[in-house]
Structures are given as C-alpha cells and as structure tokens.
DNA sequence: ATGAATTAGTAAACTGCTCAGCATTATCCA
DNA sequence: TGGATAATGCTGAGCAGTTTACTAATTCAT
C-alpha cells in the first residue's frame, strides 16, 4: 500500500484517462454527460476532451437531427481505430486470428485449420500467413498493431515458454515470443487457452457479472482456468488450474467414457464420438446415458477440488464439448452437491472454440490499458516492447 | 477500471496520506526524508506533516544530540498511539486478546485457557472478560478502539456467522459480531482462523516476502488460508481453502494416524499423543515414522490439490503440529513432489500459535486503513460501524 | 413570426496546491 | 569568534479545476 505523492501534472492525466474511460465503450457522447460519468466539471471535461481531439484520441461529431429541446451539443467519440491488437489462438486443430480495434470491436477473425502433428516451425509458418492474410485484408501493417496475446495448450511461465507438458508436438522447445518478436515491436504476450477462455468468459460470455470465477475446458482435454476478485489467476509459476495433473482428479481419463461407449459408428472421430454420445444420451440411450454420468462423476471430482479451494460464484462449463452442456451440466450439478461445501453457479458457455482468441484479445487490450496508466497518454502510437525481456532466449 | 475524476482537495488528501504511510514504521524522520519517500517537495511535506501535528495524527521531535554538522533537522514520528484495535482469537482450548497500535506493535496479550465444551454463551462471557482485562491494564475504553477482529474455527460468511460447520459446540447459532456490538461502535469483523493465520504469515512471518500463499493450519484439525496476489483470498460464500471437505482429501481421518500410533501412552491426551509420536520419530522409532508418513501422505493429498489449483510460491505449514516441522516437512515435500508440476517452497511457521490473533490485529488494522483511504484523515477517532450492517440479525 | 424555455459553449475570477529559489537560522568546527 | 553546513521559512510563479455568469443555438408554444 505504497501511496507515492501526486502532482498537478500527474493529476490532469489522470482526468484526462478518467474521460478516455467514460468515452470509451460508450455511444458518442456530450460533454455533459461525460463530466456526469467522470466526476468533473464541465468546464474541465471541456478543455480535456478539447486536447484528446487534437491528440488524436477523440473526435468530434457535429450535431445533426435532434429531438430535445435546447441547444444540440457536439457529441465526441473514442478514435477506436487509433490502434489495434492481435488475438491469436494457437490450438492443436486450428489456429485463429482475430485483430481488434481499442474498444474490443472485431474487425478481422481468420481460422485456419492445421495439422495435429506440425512441428513448431509448421505451426508458427501456418501463424503468419494467417496473420499476414488478416493484416492486409484491413490494410494494415505489423507496426500499426499495439499488442498481442497468444494462446497455447499446457501452462505457460513468465517468458512465454511451455515447459512443464503440452499435446503440441514439440512445443517445450518452441519460443513465441521470440518467432513473433521478429515482426512485432509491440509488447507480445503468450497465455494457457484455459486461462484465456475464462477471461472472454468474463469479458463477453456468460459470466460477466461474476468476480470469481472458475472456467472449465471440456473437450478432448479438459483443463480450467481461474479469475479471483477480477483478475486473472495466473499462479506463481504460470501453472495455476492444473488440478487435472492430481491423481485422484481423473481428467485425462475422464473423455474415454464417451469414446469407448457402446453403440458408438467404428468410423467416427475422437471428437465425432463423443458428440455421438451426448445426442444418444440427449435421445434418451441408456449406454450414453451411463456413459456421460461417468464422464461427469470423474470430471466432477477436480471441478470440486477447485470450487472447494477457492469458492467461486460461477462454475462455467466451457470448450468444444460446451455444445452438449443441456446433458452434462445436470449432472454434473447433482454430483458437485455431493463434493462441495457451498455450490456454486453453473452456466454452460456460449463463446464456443471462439473464446480463447477472444480472450488473448481482451489481454491484449489489458496490456495496452497498463501502459497507458503508466506511461500517461501521448499521442497514439504503437508502444514498443520492453527490450529487457528480450534477454529469455 | 473506473477511473474516477480528482480535484485539488481530493489531491491534499492522498498527499497527505503518502505523508501517513511515509511516517508510519518508520524511525522519527526528518521533513527532507519524508519529501524523498513520498515523491513530494520540501515545502509541501513541510505544510502537510505541519497540518498532521495540528491534526494530532503525528508529533515533533526536538533534536537532541546530533552528530551531523548544520542546523538539526526536527523529526517527526507517526502517533502510533493515536488509535489502537483489538485481534482476538476465539479457539477450541484458548481465548487470546491481542491489543495492539496503529502500527501494529502488540501493547497488551492475554491468553486464557477455555472448557472446549463450553457453549457460546459461556464462551463469550470468558472473551469479554479477557476483554475486559486487556482494557483495563491499558487503561483504555471501548470506545479508544478503532476496530476488532475476530477469529473462529469454521467458514465465516459475510455476516460473520458460522452456518456451515464447526467444531465449537452450538457455534452455528451463535452471533460474534452482534455480542461485540454491544459494546464497541468501531467496525467489527469475524474470520476464519486459518485465513487469519495466513494473513500473519505474510504480516510478521515466515512467508513475507510471497505474494501468493497456501497456509496449513495443522493440528487435530487441518484447515487451509490462502493469500493470492498478496490478498486474503475469503471466496464468494467465505469458504475458501476448504479443500479437506472433499472425500479424496483424508484431512478429517489424517491425524488419526498419529494418534492410534502403537506405543503412545494410554494416559496421553490427544494434542500430548501427536506430540510423543513426532518426538519418536524424531528420535528413529520405526512405527513413529510410519506413522508421520502415513499422517503426511494423506495431509499431502489435500495441499497438492491447493498447489496445482494456485500454484503459490511458498506453503506455510503452520498451526499446532508446527512444532514438529522439522519431522513433516521432508516427508511432506517428498509427497508433494509425486503430486505436484511445479512444487512451491516448503517453510515452517514460526509464529505458533498466537498466528491467529497476530492475523485478526492485521486485518483490523488494513480496516482503519482503508476508512482512512475512502473516508480521508480528519483528526484521530474511533470509526463508527456502518450501521447498515447491523440488519444481518 | 416571435419570444420563452432550455441546453451548450465560453470566459473570467477564484481557490488551493506544488515548486523553485532565496533569505534566515541553528549548529559544528577550526 | 567566525566560517561552513544544512535545515527551515517565506515569497512569487505556475497550473488545474471549480464556480459563476454570460452568450449562443435550438425547440416549442402562442
């Protein structure tokens, strides 16, 4: 609790961010509505969204059909396009792309699907040509991009590294941060899919409200991803979450419930066969049925592990098996009221295999909000990375 | 994120805060010092740590003998005696009252054994009259104390309540905060004993240095406080760190190995036959040490559950079996290694068992501080609760 | 069409804070 | 006793935001 002395300087900056919060996210607004949601003056809202103007942050729309009475007012607007970010999903199927504008507004999304078994430099060939193909489809170039945030499988530690375990083959090796630093000066960030998930999920998903949450990804694997009072929870080591490596957590086994059911087509896919299931069991089969009650009970176990640990508000049941959640989440309802102490909310994604781009998305604009309360507002430009994490070979 | 507009007054007051903070655990400092540590200029420091005299907030120091050549620098110390707040810790066996200083130095400590049987009402008599006691050697009133804090086994909600489980017979109807408010007006808080002592820990322990924290309470009892981003981590119900409620975790059955250990003397109270069994092992006794090993195989289920789910930089291991540190902690790391991706420091408690009460001062002291942050420092006096409280019946 | 009502924009006066610089004061040391 | 040194006290300049009052632009009712 470090309280460090303020000045006028220090202090008109701060007024002039309060007023880039109140613009932002918000539709175009009068001067005295902005002094109303900000906390000043009019006079002093006046002259602060004045400088924005001429900075580049704000512009001006002059008033055209208006319904109230009195004199209409100049509406201003956050220069949303001053900056972009990039979002991008590397995932074991699919890689994903998504460039944002500075108020969270997708202007480009590109999937691309890939190889389960590419080698690092295949995926990292298949990351830029997708990034490339997004960049010129908006007319833009590396250096307009401000951030960006990638998503992998496996815990990630502070230097973007994937050291401890991951499904992408020969990924311990592999360093994003620096294949992508050779394109981007802009601060580049690497994060667990789980973890990112659970952002977008509180971001623009089902648990906006919610300070605490616990996010699962359910899919062929499952993993979770944690936000405590708001923030996300990375853990000291970048490892927070893993429950799913405790041996009475049964996750890894968990997803051969439904692949091995009977009744299953010989010809399905991995990821085929357990939607099979669940619509047999949606359709009343006695095997699926069976089938998912045990994937539940075993997935049910580190979901109360977590919700014991931590006592969130929400549980939200996430990732490529979200789809079925009308079959999983009931019972897995009843077997959590066995385990926990205190249940918690659960709610089924809607965001689908978009939410860990989505996410990488959000942090990336998170990273650039923190330099601009750090650093103050200049004009806009594309900050550049610390060079002083470059040293993580 | 919702920055919020300043003024000028609002700027006086977070200097004159930075002052506070600045002065407090500090040796007598001199204005020049006091301008360093606050990033702020002589002449302001001069006229705020002037108006914080005046305020009775801080005192002067005439010089006395100084060694330095030039005009001696007065000096000037936070008045630590100004307020002070009450940490008190209602346990099974013992009730123990801490008085302590705005910053945190203990003033006054009264331990009392209590019946474990007795009930509430009983329970509460014997708190009030250590109260009393505590009130009387320091010559104080209810109304000189700015806030309380209370520790008890159990989740706590947020009305202080114990609903869900206790050890303390007939507690779950019992109401700590309305007993207190009796007597004191100041803002009055009930927590759970484990998070309390993990709040120590990182106050005035072993582990304070980490921002993020398990911490065992180990004893006849095992329970969990979890400290995460450098926060008290309480959960959305309070629960929190209940880990050892799920079935997987043996925490109930785990000391229960110590215990029908052969060979403890049959005369040996509980507490007395935990404690001959470490000494055993401490001095080679086969059947001790299978014994340890079997009570730290099950304690460790329970804390990689923690580790994996947070992955904090240090477990604390602490509570009453923290004595025998130096016979579990090995066996314990051996098992959390089976367990765990990443394994966290392992340290021992130092602070025995007075770690719940040292918490409860804590917490009470970061109330006064946060009134002071929202509220601003007009002259020193008790709080007054919030009153809209008080409804929580 | 005109004036009242209403709301937006603007200018001036005022408050209160920080800061830079200089004069003053108290102490030590030769 | 007379410098040297370092802290204190004071004054004026500058700045940001508030308040108040006034002017400008628009709608609505008469």
């Keep these: 609790m470090a309280t460090t002395g303020t000045d006028l300087s220090r202090m008109r900056e701060m007024n002039m961010l309060s007023i880039v ?23 002093a ?10 900075d580049g942050w704000a512009e001006v729309e002059e008033p055209g059909a208006n319904s109230v009475v009195g004199r209409p007012a100049r509406r201003f607007r956050f220069r949303a396009d001053a900056g972009h970010v990039l979002g991008i999903d590397i995932g074991v199927h699919k890689i994903l792309v998504m460039l ?23 995926r990292f060939a298949a990351v830029d040509r997708a990034i490339d193909k997004v960049l010129r489809s908006a007319g833009m170039a590396p250096a307009d991009i401000w951030a960006v945030t990638v998503g992998v499988t ?5 230097s973007g590294r994937t050291t401890i375990s991951t ?29 990112l998930a659970a952002v977008a999920e509180r971001w623009k998903g089902v648990a906006s409200d919610a300070d605490d949450i616990v996010f699962l990804l359910a899919g062929l694997r499952t993993g979770a991803g944690l936000i405590l009072d708001g923030a996300l929870r990375r853990g000291h080591g970048g490892a927070a979450g893993e429950i799913g490596a405790l041996k009475a957590v049964r996750w890894l086994s968990a997803p051969a419930h439904l692949e091995t ?29 069976t089938a998912v009650r045990r994937y539940t009970r075993d997935l049910a176990v580190g979901v109360a592990a977590l919700v014991l ?34 249940l918690p909310e659960l709610r089924a994604s809607t965001l689908g295999d978009e939410s860990v781009a989505l996410g990488a998305v ?6 650039v909000d923190s330099r601009l309360l750090s650093d103050g507002l200049a004009a806009p430009t594309a900050p550049r990375r610390d060079t002083s994490r470059n040293d993580a070979n």
Tied chains: 1, 2.
């Design 154 to 158: 496996g815990p990630v530690d502070a």
């Design 362 to 367: 959000r942090l990336a604009l998170d990273e």
């Design 167 to 195: 499904p992408l083959p020969g990924w311990l090796t592999a360093d994003p941060v620096a294949h992508l630093a050779a394109r981007f000066a802009c601060p580049i960030q690497v994060e667990n899919d789980c973890k």
């Design 261 to 289: 059911c009977p009744g299953v087509p010989a010809t399905a896919a991995p990821g085929e066969a357990a939607a099979w299931v669940f619509q047999a069991a949606r359709d009343g089969d006695r095997q699926a049925r």
């Design 100 to 122: 944002s504008d500075l108020e969270g507004n997708l202007v480009h999304t590109l999937r691309r699907p890939v190889d389960p078994e590419a080698a690092p430099e295949a």
């Design 45 to 54: 809202v006046d002259v602060l969204v004045q400088s924005l103007v001429t």
């Design 309 to 342: 640990a931590l006592d969130p508000q929400v549980v939200v049941y996430g990732g490529g098996f979200s789809r079925s959640a009308d079959v999983v989440l009931e019972p897995l309802r009843q077997e959590l009221t066995k385990h926990c102490l205190r």
């Design 21 to 43: 919060w109140a613009l932002r996210g918000n539709p175009p607004s009068t001067v005295t509505e902005l002094a109303g949601r900000a906390g000043l003056s009019r006079p």
